[in-house]
């Protein structure tokens, strides 16, 4: 079946350093994709979230970059601060219409750790 | 007040005892889901509701039952707890209609079975 994973299961960070999380996705037919932060002891939070007619879209401090053509995520967070320690999932859907769609598949998470 | 809370936030069972973890959401969604976290495994789909006379298995839903009382509520029941459930339980919901697919969580139920 179709699944979503992440290449790296945790990645250490320095504070002020900036932080790549990658995922990889195998369905081709998925066209949104999320990035969630999900600290200790709480539910997953929604982060950004990207289309497939999209490469790239910035929020606060938060890049998320799409390659369709190899099938990769990313979500970069740039001047990582202690408070972004936390496991980081992406998740996918894929547009196969009817009672399916928007349906999330979740990749496994990694473990981010910023040192200060 | 959250706008998913799960009831109760742990619990610890025993083997063979039937048990109900409760969700309820205040953000209007017509959609809500259970999954369940493992360590390294990420959420699991267990049950998802399209609406309240609309209910689907996810990809590990045996061993567990569900009931969707009202828009607002969607619980999640094990008929006979066994070890192997033991795992973190996540309520979420999402409003489809506004081309929107993020997910709100709750918080969470630790629910260990000894």
């Known amino acids: 079946g179709e699944s979503v994973g992440l290449h790296l299961p945790t990645l250490s960070v320095q504070e002020g350093d900036n932080s790549i999380i990658n995922c990889a996705y195998s369905n081709s037919a998925s066209d949104y994709f999320i990035w969630y932060k999900q600290e200790s002891g709480k539910g997953p939070q929604f982060i950004i979230d990207?289309?497939?007619?999209?490469d790239k879209r910035q929020g606060q401090r938060v890049t998320v970059l799409l390659n369709k053509t190899v099938k990769h995520l990313s979500l970069q967070i740039a001047a990582t601060q202690p408070g972004d320690s936390a496991v980081y999932f992406c998740a996918e859907t894929n547009n196969a219409g009817g009672t399916s769609y928007g349906k999330l598949t979740f990749g496994q998470g990694t473990i981010l750790t910023v040192h200060p | 007040d959250a706008d998913v809370t799960q009831t109760p936030r742990n619990r610890i069972t025993k083997t063979g005892k039937r048990i109900m973890l409760e969700c309820s959401q205040t953000k209007g969604h017509d959609r809500m889901y259970w999954y369940r976290q493992d360590p390294g495994l990420g959420l699991r789909l267990i049950y998802y509701s399209f609406d309240v006379k609309d209910i689907n298995k996810g990809e590990i839903s045996d061993g567990y039952s569900v009931s969707r009382q009202a828009q607002a509520k969607f619980s999640l029941s094990l008929e006979s707890a066994i070890p192997n459930q033991t795992a973190l339980y996540f309520c979420?919901?999402?409003?489809?209609?506004?081309?929107?697919?993020?997910?709100?969580f709750g918080s969470g139920t630790r629910l260990t079975v000894v």
């Open positions: 979420a919901t999402s409003d489809h209609g506004q081309g929107d697919y993020g997910y709100t």
């Open positions: 990207i289309r497939s007619n999209m």
